[in-house]
């Protein structure tokens, strides 16, 4: 029991441990049996209040016993990094004079990273594949990134549901007017609803044997035309951050199968193809002998300026120089017949204002009037390039405060440390504890807690500079980052702080005082450390204070 003694020696790093790691963490020692692990251990197997100390690790969870290998290598001073889906296990030997005395191992959550690439990959398909195909795909993806039991999307036809897509046949007959199931709601509604418990709720599940459900609404142009339906046979598996990145991939595919239906409508007869084609909301035209013989007044509004469009090549009067051959070549092969339809994206210039706009051109060999034309539709997806930076984004920040997430400011501060060794800038760390959070949560309401959360973002945005770092990295902590001459200069910047803080409190209409703990370090370029070293010191000093306020009865609801 070696590495139990030495474990117990170090108190302040079992308790750091213990209560500051958000992610599972445990110690076997030698024989594989559990001698220490933390509070998020618990919450992620579920393990409360069992006698589990010391017994062997497999008996405690028999779920790892696929492992077993990998425990008997890390025994013989292997370390093992296993990415498993959305986790990433860590197996580290521990070692005392060449000798491996026990294990320590990590669970680290990836579902961020794993969304967003999910997100991005399809996002680099949208050229490549065929838009049925592309809209099958989301699908696919979406059941698979969010770990669905089932899911199903529901057109709105008239009165009644038409299902377009479903992981397993529903026995269920759907009504949109049928109050027992989500889709009813939701078109009412107009909105996504959430369900983390069925059992708490009247509202019914499609399938057996599921807990928990989320039904979104598909729209185009805030007019609602379908309805996404995820359900889990977990309760409670999504929170906000997940919910966020599925109204990411929903938006997409909402778009996809709106210009699906389209293109299918487009197959009746033309006296209603022409009605659908002069209210569509994408631009449509029909080329024939390389003139336009019928525009409809979307596209006017898409191409953004009154000008006339008689021949098809009049649309390069509004790509950019860089696209213009790639278009050129894209009409010559419908024309000859190489290709039956053509799916591509233009960058253009709009002249009456001089905009960088984006389009996607869908075209197609087909006759009219018992003659050989081009039935093609006009898209503008500079949105959909807007929402591409958007999701990149929102792996960097916050999405309750605005702030940079952990992610985000450990990337930032990185380069501004690297930045201020160049330069020899001085720089000051920050770090803050919002002070009775759980007292806020527990007796006002989490929905006051966040807003608690997001009156700290703004005072910290009013006090430091634009082109200071602030970042929300937990639950309840803050850092701010930025450039100093001199260590001194910290009074003044924490005193601004408080003074900020002060007023807000002074509200009448406020049913919490806000209350901070703050430890700062200053950075000197001359003698460098990381940005983890950093964010330790600064995190130590202000525990210290929070001590000090905690023995001194100060902010004690």
Avoid at 388 to 405: A, H, V
């Amino acid at each position: 029991m070696e590495v139990f003694q030495w474990i117990k020696s170090k108190d302040l790093f079992l308790s750091w441990f213990s209560n500051e790691v958000n992610y599972p963490v445990f110690f076997t020692d030698d024989k594989l049996r559990l001698i220490f692990y933390n509070k998020s251990f618990e919450k992620f197997f579920e393990i409360k209040d069992q006698k589990i100390m010391n017994k062997p690790l497999l008996e405690v969870l028999p779920q790892f016993n696929d492992k077993a290998i990998y425990y008997s290598r890390a025994l013989s001073g292997e370390r093992i990094v296993l990415d498993e889906n959305f986790e990433e296990v860590k197996i580290t030997p521990i070692k005392m004079n060449d000798k491996v005395v026990g294990i320590i191992t990590e669970i680290l959550d990836k579902t961020e990273e794993v969304v967003f690439q999910d997100i991005f990959n399809l996002i680099k398909g949208f050229n490549k594949k065929d838009t049925k195909e592309l809209e099958k795909e989301i699908f696919n993806t979406i059941l698979k990134v969010f770990k669905a039991k089932f899911g199903c999307i529901a057109l709105v036809d008239n009165g009644d549901l038409k299902i377009r897509h479903y992981s397993e046949p529903i026995e269920a007959e759907l009504k949109k007017d049928d109050e027992r199931y989500p889709f009813y709601h939701v078109i009412n509604k107009g909105k996504i609803l959430y369900y983390p418990d069925m059992r708490k709720t009247t509202v019914r599940s499609v399938t057996l044997r599921t807990l928990s459900a989320i039904a979104i609404p598909l729209k185009k142009s805030n007019s609602l035309f379908g309805v996404l339906l995820l359900e889990f046979k977990e309760r409670d598996p999504l929170d906000d951050r997940l919910i966020s990145y599925l109204e990411g991939f929903s938006s997409y595919l909402s778009g996809i199968i709106f210009e699906n239906i389209l293109w299918e409508n487009y197959k009746e007869l033309e006296d209603r193809y022409r009605l659908l084609a002069e209210q569509s909301l994408i631009g449509v035209f029909i080329s024939q002998e390389n003139k336009m013989v019928y525009i409809n007044p979307q596209l006017v509004e898409i191409l953004g300026y009154p000008f006339e469009l008689n021949d098809i090549t009049d649309f390069l009067k509004i790509i950019a120089e860089e696209d213009k051959g790639k278009f050129l070549h894209r009409i010559r092969v419908l024309r000859e017949r190489k290709l039956d339809y053509v799916i591509d994206e233009f960058k253009g210039i709009r002249k009456i204002d001089g905009n960088t706009v984006y389009f996607e051109l869908c075209a197609v060999n087909t006759t009219y009037r018992g003659k050989p034309a081009i039935l093609g539709t006009v898209l503008d997806i500079t949105y959909r390039k807007q929402l591409e930076e958007e999701l990149k984004k929102i792996s960097n920040t916050d999405p309750l405060t605005g702030l940079y997430n952990r992610r985000g400011f450990i990337t930032l501060a990185e380069h501004t440390m690297g930045l201020a060794r160049r330069l020899k800038k001085n720089l000051i760390l920050i770090f803050i504890d919002l002070d009775n959070m759980k007292w806020i949560n527990d007796n006002l309401g989490h929905n006051i807690g966040d807003l608690a959360l997001k009156e700290t973002a703004d005072i910290l945005k009013k006090t430091f500079r634009e082109n200071d770092l602030i970042a929300r990295i937990g639950g309840d902590e803050f850092v701010i980052l930025g450039v100093v001459e001199k260590e001194e200069d910290k009074d003044e910047i924490l005193n601004r702080l408080r003074h900020k803080v002060e007023i807000s409190n002074q509200r009448k209409d406020k049913a919490y005082k806000l209350s901070l703990s703050i430890g700062t370090v200053f950075y000197n370029p001359e003698s460098p450390c990381s940005i983890e070293e950093l964010l330790q010191m600064a995190d130590k000093m202000m525990y210290e204070e929070k001590k000090r306020k905690k023995e001194a009865g100060i902010n004690n609801y």
